[in-house]
């Protein structure tokens, strides 16, 4: 669950710049002994404010994040293979076939860049099709106690958490903190 949108986000740093710029017009102004140097600062002011005052956090999120959310991860779960990190489920699968397991989080910027840079790479996906890898996603946004006590046996206390178990071995490989599609394909086929 996300606290606050991508386009709130984006908005308020503009706003920020805006005041800051709105500061430094006033710091010349005043330098420069001009009548009136506050009113570059009052204008930003009045910009931010109204801005501010139409934009909510999480307004479009809001409408998105109804009960339709739920049903688009779980559809996207379905058609990218991914499953929901369980360890008794871990355990069977390792069993039958190579397990590659991620512990990740919305607000985790490291986790999301190696999610969309590596995991979900079209190559990747299709290396993990081809030598019949399974991945299991452990979302840690809200902090889940099982995720968190895996995480500890471990020795983590946080994301990101990249582990690749290979057939058989209840063993796993740890992976590093960011990673590369090319990585993850060596890892698939048997090179790594």
């Avoid at 949108?5 to 102004?29: I, K, R």
């Avoid at 499953?83 to 986790?111: G, H, I, N, P, R």
């Avoid at 990101?160 to 086929?189: C, D, H």
Wanted: aromatic fraction near 8%.
């Amino acid at each position: 669950m996300q606290q606050s949108d991508n386009q709130y986000v984006l908005v308020a740093l503009l706003l920020v710049l805006l005041l800051s710029l709105g500061l430094w017009l006033t710091g010349l102004f005043q330098q420069t002994g001009r009548q009136r140097p506050w009113w570059p600062l009052v204008l930003v002011l009045i910009i931010t404010g109204g801005t501010l005052m139409t934009v909510s956090p999480g307004m479009s999120a809001k409408a998105a994040n109804s009960a339709s959310a739920a049903n688009a991860i779980e559809a996207d779960a379905e058609t990218s293979g991914v499953m929901a990190f369980d360890e008794q489920a871990l355990s069977a699968l390792v069993k039958k076939q190579d397990v590659f397991v991620y512990f990740s989080a919305d607000w985790c910027l490291t986790c999301k860049v190696n999610e969309k840079t590596a995991i979900e790479r079209q190559a990747t996906q299709a290396a993990f099709a081809r030598s019949n890898t399974a991945v299991m996603l452990g979302d840690w946004t809200d902090g889940d106690p099982e995720n968190t006590r895996f995480l500890a046996k471990h020795q983590r206390s946080g994301v990101p958490l990249y582990l690749w178990y290979q057939k058989g071995n209840l063993e796993p490989r740890g992976l590093p903190q960011v990673l590369t599609s090319s990585l993850l394909i060596e890892q698939a086929t048997g090179a790594g």
